[in-house]
């Protein structure tokens, strides 16, 4: 557990950079767009590095307002505190702050840069429909993610992968309604060279892949990680039977859900929106956050 | 002058290898005291609940009186015991009694729908949960340290800071307790 830990810890200072190298990738091809190249790179940078800082210290406050969850208080739900707070204890961790997302699809997820700065929150169709012992399972695995700081390196790429979405469908948009381009084309023609139409073209394209790079990076907070945490739940809980039946009650029930996007869906406990059964298609396995959840039952049932 | 050299770097390596286990000890030591004083508030929450749980179930299971007496009883008795092992007996004697207790309130309807019993039920199960919680992980903690304290060559390091194996806090029943009501 604690090799985990170490390694996950250099996974993140990794990660971190490969996304800030593809922020400032973003900028450039921006820049290369406009025509003023490096212009767009530094400030691409300052960018990438302000919310870096920035998400290592209020991320969490932002994924938790971008999934509309509302802090509870433990008249309010004393059974989700009173587990929170055992597993805490379980775990030998600080109580993490509690949070309800007003949504009915069942599922969860924790956030925070460290232990000592921890949030989970449930959605309300979690808390209604799942006993006790699902619920302790469920946390259980949030638990996890918490000892095992995988909670930092989701937020901040939650909080990247957010921003490369962001920036480059805002400038790809507004290159469609013309107001952009109409400018660009204006200045090329002075220069007039074919290497600037070449670049503009990789710029283009680079701006239309990257939010596709960003799903990549996204993808090797690997669904190992969830594996991962579902046997580490189990151990804190001491009764896998507990997080089965939770995952299978969330296997039957609806999974859309309004408030997960696209950069925060690898911080649920099942990926939300997702078209499940058979039908379920090879290129939405290659780009699913989370592993099937029939084979999560079935890796802990082996336990 | 090689020798010599060879001889400062064991010494260095020694010397370095006695630091960290020294360090390893003292915050598993922590960690074990620390365990046990998170058993201890959880017990504490317990003691603090029982009079209110009897109370709301006479109210309406008046007759009921030993079992009333015996949780009591054992309350008293858990609240003066000393040390790790004792304790933990009067404990099994008081989830042994909030079984009962809660056995008996099952029969009555109309307590099991009064609001505040249901409170405290939520509240019991959920101090009955943690405490299982807190003894589960004092127990990984002491079983780390004792085995630090025993292996070869740890037990030097042990031996020369004093450090003494700490007993596990042992129960007589599956682990979740008989009160595991699902709510």
Do not use: C
Not at chain 1, 126 to 148: A, C, I, P
Not at chain 1, 230 to 249: E, F, H, V
């Amino acid at each position: 557990m604690y090799e985990q830990i170490a390694s996950n810890k250099r996974k993140t200072i990794f990660l971190l950079f490969v996304s800030f190298l593809l922020l400032a990738a973003v900028g450039y091809a921006i820049g290369l767009i406009y025509g003023t190249g490096w212009v767009g790179l530094g400030i691409a940078v300052a960018v990438a590095l302000l919310l870096q800082v920035g998400s290592y210290f209020s991320g969490d406050k932002l994924v938790l307002a971008s999934a509309r969850a509302r802090a509870v208080t433990v008249e309010e739900e004393p059974r989700l505190h009173n587990i929170v707070e055992g597993l805490a204890i379980a775990a030998g961790v600080p109580k993490p702050a509690v949070y309800v997302v007003p949504e009915q699809a069942p599922n969860a997820f924790a956030t925070g840069r460290d232990p000592e700065h921890s949030s989970v929150a449930v959605t309300q169709g979690l808390l209604e429909t799942m006993n006790r012992v699902e619920l302790e399972g469920v946390l259980g695995h949030e638990m996890s993610h918490v000892v095992d700081r995988d909670i930092l390196y989701s937020t901040i790429v939650a909080t990247l992968i957010g921003a490369i979405v962001l920036i480059s469908e805002f400038f790809l948009r507004s290159w469609w309604w013309g107001g952009i381009g109409g400018r660009r084309s204006d200045r090329g023609n002075g220069n007039g060279g074919g290497l600037e139409l070449i670049l503009f073209a990789i710029g283009f394209a680079f701006l239309i892949l990257a939010p596709f790079f960003g799903q990549l990076i996204r993808l090797a907070v690997s669904r190992n990680r969830e594996y991962l945490a579902d046997a580490q739940g189990a151990m804190l809980t001491r009764y896998p039977p507990g997080l089965i039946s939770a995952l299978k009650k969330i296997a039957e029930a609806p999974h859309a859900m309004r408030s997960a996007n696209n950069a925060t869906a690898h911080l649920w406990f099942d990926q939300p929106s997702r078209i499940q059964g058979p039908r379920t298609g090879k290129m939405e396995r290659l780009f699913s956050t989370h592993p099937p959840i029939e084979e999560r039952i079935r890796r802990l049932e082996e336990m | 002058m090689t020798v010599v050299w060879i001889l400062l770097g064991v010494v260095v390596v020694l010397l370095l290898w006695a630091v960290f286990t020294y360090n390893r000890l003292v915050s598993l030591r922590n960690r074990v005291d620390n365990g046990w004083s998170q058993i201890d508030v959880q017990l504490r929450r317990r003691y603090d609940l029982i009079p209110n749980l009897i109370e709301t179930v006479k109210g309406y299971a008046a007759h009921e009186r030993e079992v009333f007496e015996k949780v009591t009883e054992a309350r008293t008795r858990a609240m003066g015991a000393t040390g790790v092992q004792d304790q933990a007996q009067a404990e099994n004697a008081i989830t042994t009694g909030l079984g009962r207790l809660i056995a008996v309130a099952e029969n009555y309807p109309e307590l099991k729908a009064n609001q505040n019993f249901l409170a405290l039920q939520e509240e019991l199960v959920g101090t009955e949960s943690k405490i299982a919680y807190a003894r589960q992980f004092y127990n990984d903690q002491v079983a780390r340290l004792n085995t630090l304290i025993q292996k070869f060559p740890s037990n030097f390091i042990a031996g020369l800071g004093h450090f003494e194996p700490k007993p596990f806090f042992e129960i007589d029943e599956p682990v979740r307790g008989p009160v595991r009501v699902d709510l």
